[in-house]
């Protein structure tokens, strides 16, 4: 059987969760859009993995290399500025050499920030993957109808 009609295309894109030892969330400050703070990631190159874009926006975004310990969570934004986009979120492991800079850019500043004072302006789903990366069991899993802002 044939499909009938256009296909679809889906982007991907890919973040990395890190967690100091104080249990503060690496997070960068973009130069661009809404100036808003983020995850350290970005869009996949064409023909990359989700894991491989992980550790090339973050090598890019902060000058780190980290290990990925787990997938923490997927998530389609159907209505994303590039046309749907498939999000996946890495917890990396934390280490004391983890001293990030920010070395692209794109963006200003980078830094470990405590869960409980997020700087703004940042959106309620970043804030949602973060939460999703801080909790053990399955991979979470989710749309991602609009973004609010806080900030």
Known sequence: MRDEGPVQRTALGATCAIFDGEGRVLLVHHTYGLLNWELPGGGAEPGEAPDETARRELLEETGLRAELDRLTGVYLEPHHDFGPMLHF???????????????????????????????????????????????????RVGRVNSRQWRG
């Open 89 to 139: 979120v890495f917890r990396c492991r934390w280490n004391e050499r983890l001293d990030p800079v920010a070395a692209s850019p794109e963006v200003s500043d980078v830094r470990y920030w405590p869960l409980d004072d997020l700087p703004t302006p940042i959106s309620d789903f970043t804030e949602r993957r973060i939460q999703d990366a801080i909790l053990d069991g399955p991979v």
